[in-house]
Structure formats: C-alpha cells, structure tokens
C-alpha cells in the first residue's frame, strides 16, 4: 500500500478550491444544490419517482461536505491569523510537525493552518463546537444560538427561541449523512420537508457562524494593531 502523502493532499484539496473566499465558496455550492433540488422537483413523474429518492440522497450528503469544507477553511484562516488563535490551536490536536512538515511549512508551500485543520475530526456538531469554542476561547454553539444578530434592516434574528429545533436539525443532517455514505439506506430518502429542514439549519449555522467568526476577526485585528 502506498504511503499516505499528507502534504500533496492539503495542496491538492486547496487547488480543487475555485472561489478563495471561504463564504462565497459555501453560497456558490448551496446556491447550485438549491438550483439541482429545484430541478429534480421539476422531474417528479410517475417513472421517476425511483430515480428521485435515489438522487434526493445525495443532498445531505453534500451539504455535510460543504459544513466541513467551511469550517475546516475556518480553523486554517484563524489559526493562520496567528496569536491568539494559533496558542489555542493546541488546545485543538496533538499533532506533531516533522522536518517535512516543517519544511513545507517554512517554505509557504502549505500553512500552519492548513495542516492542523486537515486533521481534524469535523463530523458532528460536537467536533464543530469543540474545534471552535477552543479557538474563540468562548461556547461557540451557546453564543451562537443565544446571541442577536443585526443582519437586517427591519430587525434582529435570534435562534434562542428555536434551539432545541436548530440543534437537533443539524445534529439529524450530521447522522443522516453518516447513515446515507456508510450504509445501504435502502429506506431512506429526503422529502420536501426534510430537504428544507436540513437546509435552513445547514444556512443559519454558516451565515451565523460568519457574522461570529468577523466579529472575533476583526477584534483580534483591532488587539494586536
């Protein structure tokens, strides 16, 4: 068996990567699971109706990846913004730096962030509360469910009112997701009501979680200037 060769895997994963910005990344890939699911509805024939539950699968499975995706750029941009993201970092794993790793490192080939973020076990919303409270050196998931945020013009939108549905949504995506890659799921298949569900959740955690992660961007900025 060949040897796993981790630094080409982070070069490769980053050059599969179009669109730089982490958030533009995650609204470019929603937007086009939205526009295939609106498709696939448009489909929805007596001799489809096998072909969609089989397709309608895929889209946990996709918006698991992209949660993934964004949070592990997530983990790389902060801790690659150095102090004090990246003395929390080793609060996150224990992984260890060889001469290779180092090299590579030195020579800006791969980040710091980007190693220590390849590495991480991100498939739960547990992984994603624990890798980000450590590094925002707060609770990430109750200061993101229990906060007001002034995203719109007309007023403020909370989650607190809504967490035991919010939470359990994401946390059902997450298992779903598990059951669909790793199982036959011959009985599974999404519906309206569960795409939209997983969707919603899967939206109000990014889009929230940017408005977070800006503010303590910016507020470290502010800090070390």
Known sequence: MAQRNILDEIIEKRNRTVTKNRFDSFKNRLDSIDDSYKFLMSTTTPDATRCNEELSRYYPIALVAMTEGYFRTVISDLINKGSPFIERATQLSNVKLNVETASAIQLQKITI??????????????????????????????????????????????????????????????????????????????????????VLSCEYLICLSEVVINFHEQENVSTNT
Not at 114 to 142: G, P
Request: with cysteine; proline share 0%.
């Open 113 to 198: 962030g980007e190693y220590v973020a390849h590495f991480l076990r991100i498939s739960s919303l547990d992984d994603i509360n624990r890798a980000m409270s450590h590094l925002l050196n707060l609770d990430f998931l109750d200061h993101l469910v229990d906060s007001e945020f002034d995203i719109f013009d007309d007023g403020s939108l909370t989650l607190r009112e809504d967490r035991a549905n919010f939470i359990q949504a994401v946390k059902d995506l997450f298992s779903m997701r598990h059951m669909l890659c790793h199982e036959f799921s011959e009985n599974i298949s999404i519906d309206n009501g569960g795409y939209f569900r997983f």
